[in-house]
């Protein structure tokens, strides 16, 4: 049975998540104290805080740890950060189709992906004692994403309808809901009932989704590392930067056209990695060159087609329009 040993001594998992916890309550305590619609500057400026302090942050295991743990981390979060791209194409179709104000959506994204670090610590944990356990499940794990992978290159162009699944038509059946919002509340009073306002609807297709793509994410960093602190803080810094990318990428998502090409080639390329394990063997080094590479190509091809096709082609509708759409209140 393999042994998988960690970098992350108990005063490192402390200080880590004490950090995550004070960033956390800095963010809904302070910065979005009131609700508002986050602009283009401050998402763009909180993306860079993000991006920076998950750089600084792989500066110190480079530095404590050497290359190999940093490089670990470098791909690692490489691999969450593209992934979690796909999570924002998902967001757009629910803020949308469910009419969430722009005024609100940070509020749904905030408690959704708070969720979504305690979510992903268990899933981490448990994958992690799986495969020290059972090593063939590296090859399930494997073949999983590859099967994934093919079918997102397959179904790259398939819109997505969220709304119409069987967790909100469930959910519609069983919680008393209202179509109305209440500012930012979840719940609310309507006749003496105690009623889901849309938002509580529109986070549970957020915390949903997230479950979705969790499954394919993270099995795939396995195919990097499994310590279990690299695993979890390069998870955890990919989801602390998901909002601020939200907000900086939401109405330009139609520019990114071969980006899920590129994303159905990072798993593809994880997922061989994975199931060849025994056979191959590729240094971090090369894995972050081959996923850098791959998701590289699909962006600039993307910006290249963009350029090339005229800004409002007939009968097409952008994400910018579906973004500027969210700002709208429903009416009642």
């Known amino acids: ?43 763009a400026a909180w993306s860079a805080v993000w991006v920076s302090l998950s750089l600084v942050f792989n500066g110190f295991l480079w530095w404590r740890y050497g290359a190999g743990p940093g490089m670990e981390f470098l ?15 998902v ?8 009419k969430v104000p722009a005024l609100y959506q940070h509020r749904v994204l905030f408690w959704g992906i708070l ?23 590296i090859y399930v794990f494997g073949a999983f994403l590859i099967i994934t992978g093919v079918k997102l290159f397959i179904q790259r162009n398939h819109e997505e309808h969220p709304e119409d699944g069987w967790l909100m038509r469930t959910a519609r059946r069983v919680i008393p809901s209202t179509p109305h919002f ?22 549970m297709l957020v915390e949903a989704s997230d479950v979705l793509f969790a499954l394919d994410s993270i099995p795939a960093i396995f195919a990097v590392t499994r310590d279990p602190f690299i695993v979890f803080t390069s998870n955890i810094f990919a989801i602390l930067g998901l909002r601020s990318l939200f907000f900086l990428m939401a109405g330009a998502m139609e520019k990114f056209t071969y980006l899920k090409v590129g994303l159905s080639g990072v798993l593809v390329f994880v997922g ?26 699909s962006i600039v091809a993307s910006l290249v087609k963009a350029r090339n096709t005229p800004p409002h082609a007939p009968g097409s509708e952008t994400s910018s329009d579906v973004s500027r759409d969210t700002a709208a209140p429903a009416k009642s």
């Open 115 to 137: 969720s979504a670090l305690v979510l992903r610590a268990a899933m981490i944990f448990a994958g992690v004692a799986m495969l020290e356990r059972f090593h063939w499940l």
């Open 75 to 89: 791909t690692g979060y490489l691999i969450e950060k593209s992934l979690s791209v796909d999570n924002i194409f």
């Open 182 to 203: 209440d500012g930012q509340h979840f719940l609310t009073v309507e006749n003496g009932r105690k009623l889901a306002t849309p938002l509580l609807m529109a986070l």
């Open 91 to 98: 967001f757009v179709v629910i803020f949308s189709t469910m």
């Open 272 to 297: 061989a990695k994975m199931a060849l394990v025994d056979v191959v063997h590729l240094s971090p080094a090369v894995s972050l060159g081959v996923i850098a590479l791959v998701l590289g190509a």
């Open 1 to 43: 049975m393999e042994s998988f040993q960690t970098i992350g001594s108990p005063i490192m998992w402390g200080g880590f998540i004490a950090f995550v916890i004070a960033m956390l309550a800095l963010d809904l305590g302070v910065f979005h104290r009131k609700a508002h619609s986050v602009s283009f500057k401050e998402a």
